[in-house]
Each structure stands twice: as C-alpha cells, then as structure tokens.
C-alpha cells in the first residue's frame, strides 16, 4: 500500500475522497502522514461525485475511496456519471481475503463485474507484486484516449502483503498524442473553405483537449462561427463576436437554433451528438455536411454517418488544421457571421422578469451580473439546468461543469466540493434544484468539517419540475409536487443544521443583495452558504422534440 500511494502521489494526486472500512484499512494506514490530503465524505456516491469534480477542475484523475460490498455499489451512480462524460477517476474497493471470496463472506460483492459496464476497466488486484504496476496502468487508461472512469478492488490479503518497491525509479506511464491523418485534414479543410455557412461545434472533447485556445485561433483564422455543446460550454467566450450559441432542444438559444438550421456544414469537435442536443436527426442533419473529429474511433458514425470522420484529439487536429491553413486562401465570411449576428438580435429570450413570483430566467440574469468570468459554475439536471444553458455565461473553459448525460440528482454539493478542493482559491458556486439538493445533502457536513467554503443558489419550485413538464405529453400532473405545509422543507434550516447558513428569497429585487451577502458570508465562514430563490411553482423552459419545433412558454 505504501507503493500505491506512491503511484498517487506522482500521478498528481493531492487530495483523494472517501470512507474507511475494514476491509480497505490498510491502504487508510499507508496515507497516514503523506502528502495526499483525505476527506472524509458521508456517503460512498458523494466521494465520487467529489473525485468527479475534482478530476474536471484541473485535469487530472480524481481517486475516491471505499471499503467492500455497499461501499463499492454505492458508487456505481459516480462510475456512470464519469464515463457518460468521459471524466477520468480511479474508484479504490477493499475486498474480502481472496480466500473468502467463495464463501458469500460479509460484503463480499462482485464488485469488477458490477462496474464494467461504466467504466473503462475494472479489475481486481490477486497478487501483491502487481499493485504498482496495475496502478499505473488505471491512471494511463483513465487518461488516454477519450477518458474515463477506473475501478480497482482490493482483496485485504493482497493489501498487507510485501513487495519489492523502489518508488525514486518510476514514474507515470506515457499517453500518446492521437494525431490526425494529414489527408483527412485536407480533406476537412477543403469542406470548410467550400462552405458559405459552416459553423464549428465545440463539445467536451475541446475542454478535455485543452483546446479552446487553438480553437479560437482556428475560428477567427477562418472567420466561422462558433457554437458549443452543454459539455463544450466555456470552451469559446460568450462575449466573442463569433460565438454563435447553443443549439439543441433543450439546453439552447432560440437564435443559435435558428442559425444552426441555416447553416451548410459543421465541423464537430469532440461531440457526441447526444440526443438532447440533436433532437430529430432529419430536421438536425438536414442537407448540411458533417466533418466530425473524436479521439475515440467508435464515435464516428454511432449516431448518424458523417461525411468525414476524423480519428484525433481536438487539439493535435487544431494544430494541423491551423498549418494547412497556412498554404491556403482563406474567403471572407462576414457576411454569414453578419447574418447570425441578426439573428441573436431578433431572437432573444426575455430574462428582465419583474413579476412575482419569481421566474427563472431573471434568476440567471442577476447571476450572470454578479459573478465574473474566473467564478467555477457547477450545475446537475432538471429544469434548472436547462434554463442555465438558456441563459447562464460562461467564458473560460472548466469553469462551467455538469453532468452531461448521466444527470444525477445530488450531484452539485460533492461536485462543487471536488471543485473548490481543486481550486482553494476560486469563487465557486453551485446552481441547484429543491429536489436535488437533497438527495446528497449530506455532504454539507464534509464542506463544514474541511472548510470548503461555495455558494448555493437554489430555483425551488416544490416540485419535480422537469418531470412535471413532461407529463403534460400524458395529460397528467402526477406523485410530482413535493409541496406541503406553507413553505415545504425549510432548506435554510438544514444548511444551519450542517453549521452552514443561508436565506430565502421571495422577491426579484431581493436576489442581487442576497448573492452578494452569500458570497461574502462563504469567504468569511469558509462553508457553504444558500440563497434559495423561490420561483414561479409551474413554470416551463422551452423545449420540444426538433430543433424547429422548440415550443416558448414565455413572451420573448
């Protein structure tokens, strides 16, 4: 266990999350006095949904801890949301002896084949003079290729065992650069150059790249418009006079919509074509080409067949794409970037809602004038979420993080804890739902113990609301109202029953003050602090089933 946390440590580990058990003590006796930093979490899920966090803040691959048996079914939810996303962690399990393994002994669970399918590898370490080695190789998978999630399970005999070790000779395994064919470069450049309305589709594999800057250069090189993806949100400035929005059928701009639709081409980078964003693949693909770069091969073609497919990460294809770009002229596209610049003006969505009660989409706007451009945003799923894709800024890339595809409720409070521990000096705020909030509310008592000081900012609805919209479809309004009482849950409560603080807000003029003594009480208590905003109980975020055929609830 000494050369394991070892291997963590020169992997760039400096802070692990977890809950010790018997059966994973001896690794707990190996971080005694070590460099790494371990906190302590309330439940096995909201170590990874840390670890999650963490891993997306600063790059690197986020470790979460568990004993045997629930420890590791626990984080299932956690080794999903990591894998939908393509974030890298490494999940430690104790295990029973080996010797008991067949024998049903207390919480000895089969925990490899429980988690291969959400993650990249799962094994299960029998000989001792592996540990190393097998570590080695987790953190190497975690991170090549498009990343992922790790679990590796450890029988408590293997853990105790001896080996030969000599930590001042090792170091990382190396992760290759996957570099593009030159041929399918040109071969995308000529597309591009042919095109008269080509957009660029940021998704996550930019962030996970590190290729905004490349990206932004390419972009005004060419003089195309840029659009981003959820997970690709942050990855090009908002305020760039080539940002082009959002598309998608939910998660949108009504004007990024609409010049998505005009559009003739769009080279896609590191883009899943998740269906939240596409919608109806006829209307989505229309007539326009496609030219899609991953660095995972079985991305191309899995959703719908592009007209070129480029195996490579985002930014080795940036660079080759900016070279070529060196022998080759250029035509002007202001008129196409003139053109989406008319359609933002035309098609906005109302935010200046002074009606009560409060409607959503005034709570982004008092955020996106409050918080700047360096603030870590953390988001999970629901119609909150929506309605920060709609209408929430971001600029920087891996300062706006959600749970993408997985979306699971409770993710925020661990998430901006991994976050804030990735990045002590940061302003960090989470953006949550009454119902959410919730489910992994715990994990406040982990932020007060440790001083992991954020911001909350809750849209309480009393409701399920993105469930209750969805059942309009069935004419129904069913086990979906989590109102009782006159206020429902008091949430302000609960955050001083964790020692942390906050307050409630029933009137638009009352958000802006509350933010700003949110943020101050959070520095100054280094915990969490909540500013519940309660708003209209059945409002709806636009959304429908084609990018056009996306229904407005409000007067724009």
């Known amino acids: 266990m000494q050369a394991v946390v070892d291997v963590l440590e020169s992997e ?36 990874t949904h840390m670890a999650d966090g963490w891993a997306r803040t600063n790059g690197h691959v986020g470790v979460a801890i568990g ?14 949301t990591a894998h939908a996303d393509s974030i890298p962690i490494i999940c430690i399990t104790g295990q029973a002896a080996t010797t008991k393994l067949h024998q049903e002994a207390f919480q000895a669970v089969d925990i490899v084949e429980i988690a291969k399918p959400v993650t990249k590898w799962a094994v299960q370490v029998k000989e001792a003079a592996q540990l190393p080695w097998i570590f080695r190789e987790a953190f190497r998978i975690a991170r090549s290729g498009r990343p992922g999630p790790v679990l ?35 071969r995308a450049l000529d597309l591009l150059l042919a095109a008269e309305r080509p957009i660029i589709l940021a998704g996550g594999g930019v962030v996970l790249g590190e290729a905004s800057e490349r990206l932004r250069a390419v972009a005004e090189r060419l003089g195309v418009p840029v659009q981003v993806t959820l997970m690709g949100k942050g990855s090009f400035p908002e305020d760039h006079e080539l940002f082009a929005g959002m598309a998608g059928i939910q998660t949108s701009q009504r004007w990024a919509n609409a010049a998505f639709l005009e559009s003739d081409l769009v080279l896609a980078l590191g883009a899943r074509f998740g269906d939240r964003h596409t919608g109806e693949l006829s209307v989505y693909r ?82 996106n004038e409050t918080f700047g451009e360096d603030t870590y945003f953390v988001t999970a799923i629901g119609l909150y979420q ?21 979306g699971p409720l409770g993710w925020e409070i661990p998430a901006a804890i991994g976050v804030k521990k990735a990045r002590p000096e940061a302003e960090v705020v989470g953006v949550v739902g009454d119902y959410s909030f919730q489910f992994l509310v715990e994990e406040l008592a982990v932020a007060a113990q440790y001083d992991v000081g954020f911001v909350l900012i809750m849209l309480n609805n009393t409701y399920l609301g993105l469930i ?38 029933h009137e638009p003029g009352e958000i802006r003050t509350s933010l700003e003594w949110a943020r101050k009480e959070a520095e100054r208590t280094s915990r ?14 636009a959304m429908g089933a084609a990018l056009d055929a996306v229904k407005e609830f409000e007067p724009c």
């Not at 004993?67 to 999903?80: D, K, Q, V």
């Not at 001896?162 to 001042?168: A, F, L, R």
């Not at 969490?528 to 975020?541: D, S, Y």
């Open 152 to 186: 590796v399970d450890l029988p408590i005999d293997v853990q105790k065992q001896d080996i030969e070790w000599d930590s001042s000779i090792d170091s990382p395994l190396p992760v290759p650069a996957v570099k593009p064919a030159p041929a399918r470069v040109e």
């Open 528 to 541: 969490p602090v909540l500013v519940e905003i309660m708003i209209e109980r059945e409002g709806n975020a």
């Open 12 to 47: 760039g580990v400096d802070t692990v999350f977890g809950c010790p058990g018997a059966a994973i003590l001896p690794l707990y006796n190996a971080l005694q006095g070590r460099a790494i930093e371990h906190l302590i979490v309330r439940h096995e899920e909201g170590a």
């Open 468 to 505: 209750r919209q969805a059942e309009t479809g069935y004419e129904m309004n069913f086990e979906v109202d989590i109102h009782y009482d006159t206020i429902g849950t008091d949430n302000v409560k609960i955050m001083e029953a964790y020692g942390c603080s906050g307050t409630r807000v």
């Open 67 to 80: 004993t045997s048996g629930p420890a590791g079914t626990n984080m299932i939810t956690g080794l999903y």
């Open 286 to 367: 229309g007539r326009r080409k496609f030219v899609h770069v991953d660095i995972e091969p079985t991305q191309l073609g899995k959703v719908f067949g592009p007209d070129l497919g480029i195996v490579s990460d985002t930014r080795e294809f940036l660079d080759a794409l900016l070279a070529a770009l060196e022998k080759r002229s250029v035509p002007s596209r202001r008129e196409w970037v003139g053109r989406v610049a008319e359609l933002k003006e035309a098609l906005p969505r109302r935010e200046d809602f002074d009606s009560l009660p409060i409607k959503a989409p005034r709570v982004f706007k008092e955020i």
């Open 386 to 406: 929506i309605w920060s894709g709609q209408f929430q800024k971001a600029h920087k890339p891996r300062h706006y993080q959600v749970c993408g595809q997985a």
